[in-house]
């Protein structure tokens, strides 16, 4: 690449007629309008989430205890014998049917089915995913599958947000906000964690950070929150007795569980496609696996009942440390065995139950065999990195567990076991449980958010300062002569800049050329008959998003930079070569390792 197409920053700032055309954000008023319409999706949600809890607990009394109750059930301590058994294989005969002869949407916890229909879909979701995706998971859940409800009601809340945003003349994005904003505003409403579920929307879901789509999210999530207290109140779900704050020692602890939850968290997830391979390589059709899922569910209820279900009660055991020593080993065995089967069978339900229980169970061991004290304090910790590190989400996993037990002083302790679990998994595994799925169906997602290189760059930081010019009398054979020479600066470019009486005439390009020697006057043609007279132009204050938006929209590959004083002067030059030289600033930046102090060396001014 020349000199002249450095990507340096020029010498003197740009102009102050600028400074008001940039801004720090780029929405518009269109946010009022997706916060208008974020509101009912969070009236949907928080009224769905009340359906779907009240079916899971009828179909629950009605397979286990065969009576008519909107009662939540605990099926934690009952021994049901073969019935116990018959019930979940019966359960995922009917959800494999729904997935075959419904819709297969229904099928896995639902969150990789969200993210494909945000990454693939434009955001649009099939009206029969809103119908069948919460009652396939209720019978699932009802009939003793270890799976959560916040998956189900994930992709059921996102559904609806995708279906009431089509109502509407919106883009893409827009829906993309609806969609995540009902999905958000669901597990707002089954959990009572708006904060979280936000937090849940950023990390996960928007892939971008913008107020754009965070402010009609949060109030989706904020709404459904008041429409949950009236239908299922308003205290936090497993309020426990607030600890004291938690000295050095403690949050060294709390870093060796999270980097041993990182661990554990890796070998869960390996555990759960290896099933679901184990799956695919059966000679029956893919119907049939949530029965025999079931069937392994029904055999691990046998031998504790604290598999089946949703096993909140569980999860409030090991929080308040009620369960010690060998039950936490089977816990964690029985459980993540059976979730794993279950979940690589293809059935549906949620996943953030099952890890917490699991990380609970974890955290709960490993801060009784360390002799820290208070067992229930650790679960809670194990819980908040086991999420955060497996969904590779440790916001939402460490304010999650603080929105659940509204203790405030573990925070610390919390946010150090997440992260530090997060740190495992992102060196141990290349995707996270949500996201090898989509992996193992060809697409990938990247999910690292940083700020666009093109979105902060000038022009006329990667301009040429030294444009390919010619006057605008020369002919077509003299400028054709000229781009043969070596080492001119015309030689390297596509296009020349026509000047004529010191301004922008306008612009020839190498195709221009080309045809016009094909004319029978080509000798005595000139450029400015040869070349366009109304070239499109960009000033050396726009970022390069602005111009490339221009070099897009007007099919071209480069751009005379002109004066904003006078838009016909010339002051450089922008193309493709220039752009790409960001890309490289950007990249030195990353990669190129240098020694940053030296007292031998000027500063730069």
Same mark, same amino acid.
């Given at each position: ?23 720090? *954000? ?58 116990? +058994?018959?019930?979940?294989?019966? #359960? #995922?005969?009917? !959800? ?23 990454? =693939? ?6 009206? &029969?995913?809103? %119908? ?27 559904? *609806? ?46 892939? /971008? ?13 904020? !709404? ?106 089977? =816990? %964690? ?24 229980? !699991? ?22 910790? #194990? ?13 939402? #996993?460490?304010? $999650?567990?603080? /929105? =659940? ?18 740190? +495992? ?11 090898? &799925? ?9 999910? /690292? ?26 002919? +077509?054979? /003299? ?59 960009? $000033? ?33 030059? =922008? ?28 500063? &730069?001014?």
């Amino acid at each position: 690449m020349d000199q002249n197409a450095s990507a340096t920053v020029p010498s003197s700032p740009p102009g102050h007629e600028s400074r008001g055309l940039l801004s720090d *954000f780029t929405t518009d008023r269109r946010v009022l309008l997706l916060c208008l319409l974020a509101a009912p999706i969070g009236c949907i949600a928080g009224l769905v989430a009340k359906a779907l809890l009240w079916l899971i607990a009828v179909i629950t009394n009605a397979a286990f205890f065969l009576r008519f109750s909107a009662e939540p059930a605990v099926l934690t301590g009952h021994h049901f014998g073969w019935w116990g +058994v018959a019930v979940p294989v019966i #359960g #995922g005969l009917i !959800v494999g049917l729904m997935a075959r002869y419904g819709t297969d949407k229904i099928r896995g916890h639902g969150i990789p089915e969200a993210l494909e229909a945000i990454l =693939l879909g434009r955001s649009l979701m099939n009206p &029969k995913v809103a %119908i069948l995706k919460p009652v396939s998971s209720a019978i699932c859940i009802g009939t003793g599958g270890p799976f959560g409800a916040e998956g189900p009601i994930i992709v059921t809340g996102g559904a *609806f947000g995708s279906l009431f945003a089509q109502l509407f003349h919106l883009t893409s994005a827009e829906r993309k906000t609806l969609l995540v904003a009902g999905a958000a505003a669901g597990m707002a409403a089954i959990f009572a964690t708006p904060i979280a579920a936000v937090l849940l929307a950023v990390e996960l879901l928007l892939f /971008e950070w913008k107020p754009r789509s965070f402010i009609p999210v949060t109030v989706a999530a904020m !709404v459904a929150s008041i429409v949950r207290v009236p239908l299922l109140g308003a205290a936090p779900i497993f309020a426990v007795t607030p600890h004291a704050l938690l000295d050095p020692k403690m949050l060294g602890i709390a870093l060796l569980i999270g980097v041993c939850i990182g661990f554990a968290s890796g070998l869960l997830t390996k555990l759960v496609y290896a099933c679901e391979d184990g799956f695919a390589k059966l000679p029956v059709h893919w119907m049939w696996w949530p029965a025999i899922g079931g069937l392994f569910v029904g055999l691990g209820g046998l031998i504790d009942s604290r598999v089946l279900g949703v096993g909140y009660e569980t999860i409030y055991s090991l929080m308040r440390g009620d369960l010690v020593g060998a039950a936490l080993v089977g =816990l %964690i065995l029985a459980k993540g065995i059976v979730w794993a089967i279950a979940l690589g069978s293809g059935t549906s339900g949620g996943i953030l139950a099952p890890l917490l229980m !699991v990380g609970g169970a974890v955290g709960g061991l490993l801060g009784s065999l360390v002799g820290a004290g208070d067992i229930g304090l650790w679960a809670m910790i #194990g819980m908040a990195a086991m999420m955060g590190g497996t969904m590779g989400a440790p916001l939402t #996993g460490t304010i $999650f567990i603080l /929105e =659940l037990t509204a203790d405030l002083n573990t925070l610390p302790a919390l946010l150090v076991a997440t992260v530090a679990s997060l740190c +495992v998994t992102v060196l141990l595994l290349r995707r996270s449980v949500l996201t090898e &799925k989509l992996a193992r169906r060809g697409q990938h997602i990247s999910r /690292e958010y940083s700020v666009d290189v093109f979105a902060v760059m000038r022009v006329g930081d990667v301009m040429d300062r030294n444009p390919p010019v010619v006057a605008a009398e020369t002919t +077509v054979a /003299e400028l054709s002569k000229l781009l043969t020479e070596a080492g001119s600066n015309l030689s390297r470019r596509q296009a020349t800049l026509i000047e004529q009486d010191g301004l922008l005439a306008g612009i020839v390009t190498r195709g221009d050329l080309l045809r016009a020697q094909q004319t029978t006057d080509a000798g005595t043609m000139t450029v400015v008959r040869a070349g366009a007279l109304d070239p499109v132009t960009v $000033f050396a204050d726009e970022t390069l998003d602005e111009a490339m938006d221009k070099m897009l929209q007007r099919g071209v590959g480069r751009l005379p930079v002109v004066s904003r004083d006078n838009p016909r002067k010339i002051v450089g030059y =922008l193309g493709r070569a220039e752009i790409l030289a960001s890309r490289m600033q950007q990249h030195d930046e990353e990669q190129r390792r240098e020694r940053g102090l030296s007292f031998s060396r000027t500063p &730069k001014p």
